[in-house]
């Protein structure tokens, strides 16, 4: 079967032409002005000699041309490779190499940060570069503004095969080197267009997108699910709490999606009174674990309906959604998603059907990668009869809902007993000092592991470690709760805002 996912955008231009599609600052662009800039990208690269089936990297915030080059390379049948913008020359290096990339996209004020790492990859004979200033000597480089205006545009879709890679989405590498996720036409176009669905997103719809479009969260569920239905996506670069009050407010924003931190940001900004959200209608939430409190305070607050469900690079990404059309239940990750099974495991790989016992979940469904590429020993350890070991750790109720109880990597084992860290987490913010909270496990001499606590404070609020610890002990099970706590002025956190806690261990 014949698929490409730039049928998303041709779709979307062929009812709404005139429709703004994207806005970015004082830019806009109607879904003809976008879909005539990707055929004329696209052609651009089959006059370079960028053949179909070659691998180019994108490296660009949220900005336009990210949508035009993402769906310009699909146009002309070539895989996309999105790069993290924080990457430094090694790491850009590293990437292109293992990916195969023949060409960079990447945005003019990043061009010191990637420093000589294109030029260390052979294979990597092509730099655009997006944003550069008319009197800029950019040497051997293009610029995207005119390969995008100038290029013949293409008038037709590649005959790519459903099972064809579209995108090579590199994993945050927390255990190991990363690996690029083989993501085909039909897993991202199937989740985008279901994700649209379940969302309740229309050609009405204003989304916000300030999850970093290189990150699967960002492009799946916000670019691609808002275009594929015909919505408008409104870009924003990086989370400001201030600039997406101000976005939300003025574009009367209907769709926002964000991880955990960004929702108590927006909440108490000391300014946020200022802005109307009254737009809002329904809001996602991934990444990381949702606080239960976050969301019943932003709910309440903004009479919006935050819908926590739960995805993986690896499963394009959505996975689990709490269902529009029904009570969601705070604090889970909802249900499987159609076309999606979910199981828990135990330790020997048994699977666990009764409600309430932890285990890992494994996943079976048309959202699953291809594999990791050029990794066949690490496809095989996590992609077993089909199903996708996650190494994440989650309990089912009754109804067939899902909560995470944490990370397996992450599981803290004190004394013999297991502590998952979400569960102490949950407390701590419980408590009116509290801004951000991570629990980690420290090496111990008698018991294995000891649970620490790492916080930050909300502005104008104190605490001492014994008043959180006693807190914590009233209402934890006395091996669960943290025997010491860490302060910080802020938590250190990845660029879609999930917390780190590799870094919180290694300090």
């Known amino acids: 079967m014949s698929l490409n996912l730039a049928v998303i955008l041709r779709e979307s231009a062929r009812r709404h032409p005139d429709k703004v599609a994207l806005v970015a600052g004082a830019r806009s662009f109607?879904?003809?002005?976008?879909?005539?800039?990707?055929?004329?990208?696209?052609?651009?690269?089959?006059?370079?000699?960028?053949?179909?089936?070659?691998?180019?990297?994108?490296?660009?915030?949220?900005?336009?041309?990210?949508?035009?080059?993402?769906?310009?390379?699909?146009?002309?049948?070539?895989?996309?490779?999105?790069?993290?913008?924080?990457?430094?020359?090694?790491?850009?290096?590293?990437?292109?190499?293992?990916?195969?990339?023949?060409?960079?996209?990447?945005?003019?004020?990043?061009?010191?940060?990637?420093?000589?790492?294109?030029?260390?990859?052979?294979?990597?004979?092509?730099?655009?570069?997006?944003?550069?200033?008319?009197?800029?000597?950019?040497?051997?480089?293009?610029?995207?503004?005119?390969?995008?205006?100038?290029?013949?545009?293409?008038?037709?879709?590649?005959?790519?095969d459903a099972d064809d890679t579209a995108v090579l989405l590199y994993t945050s590498g927390t255990t190991g080197r990363p690996k690029g996720a083989e993501l085909t036409h039909f897993n991202l176009f199937w989740n985008a267009d279901l994700a649209g669905r379940l969302h309740g997103i229309s050609e009405d719809a204003v989304a916000l997108a300030v999850l970093p479009l290189f990150h699967s969260f960002g492009q799946t569920v916000i670019q691609n699910a808002t275009l594929v239905r015909g919505g408008t996506l409104v870009l924003l670069p990086r989370f400001d709490a201030a600039a997406a009050l101000d976005a939300i407010a003025r574009h009367r924003v209907t769709f926002f999606a964000g991880v955990p931190t960004m929702y108590f940001g927006l909440l108490h900004h000391p300014e946020a009174d200022r802005f109307d959200l009254s737009s809002l209608e329904v809001c996602a939430s991934g990444g990381a674990p949702m606080p239960v409190e976050v969301m019943r305070r932003f709910d309440e607050r903004y009479g919006a309906n935050i819908l926590e469900g739960y995805g993986l690079s690896e499963t394009s990404p959505l996975a689990s959604l709490n269902p529009l059309d029904r009570p969601k239940k705070p604090g889970s990750i909802g249900r499987p998603i159609w076309g999606t099974e979910f199981r828990l495991l135990g330790d020997d790989g048994r699977v666990l059907d009764e409600a309430g016992v932890p285990g890992e979940i494994a996943i079976k469904g048309l959202n699953i990668m291809k594999g990791y590429y050029k990794r066949p020993e690490a496809t095989a350890e996590v992609i077993q009869d089909g199903w996708f070991r996650t190494g994440d750790v989650a309990t089912r109720d009754a109804d067939g809902y899902y909560f995470i109880v944490d990370r397996k990597k992450d599981m803290i084992l004190r004394g013999g007993y297991n502590v998952y860290p979400r569960e102490v987490e949950e407390v701590l913010y419980r408590h009116p000092a509290i801004g951000e909270a991570a629990v980690i496990g420290v090496p111990h001499e008698a018991l294995g592991e000891e649970v620490v606590a790492v916080v930050a404070m909300k502005p104008g609020h104190d605490v001492s470690p014994e008043e959180l610890i006693a807190f914590c002990r009233e209402r934890l099970a006395a091996y669960k709760h943290p025997r010491e706590v860490r302060f910080l002025d802020a938590l250190p956190k990845g660029p879609t805002g999930k917390l780190l806690k590799r870094v919180l261990r290694s300090t």
């Open 30 to 160: 109607t879904y003809r002005e976008l879909d005539d800039s990707a055929r004329r990208f696209a052609g651009s690269l089959r006059a370079l000699g960028i053949a179909r089936g070659e691998h180019v990297a994108l490296m660009l915030p949220n900005v336009p041309e990210f949508t035009v080059a993402y769906f310009g390379c699909h146009l002309a049948g070539v895989v996309v490779v999105p790069l993290n913008v924080m990457l430094k020359a090694d790491e850009v290096a590293f990437h292109l190499e293992d990916s195969d990339s023949v060409a960079l996209v990447v945005a003019e004020a990043l061009l010191t940060q990637v420093a000589d790492g294109p030029s260390r990859v052979r294979a990597c004979r092509e730099q655009i570069v997006v944003g550069a200033p008319a009197e800029a000597s950019l040497g051997s480089a293009r610029r995207f503004e005119a390969l995008a205006r100038d290029g013949e545009p293409l008038a037709d879709l590649p005959d790519t």
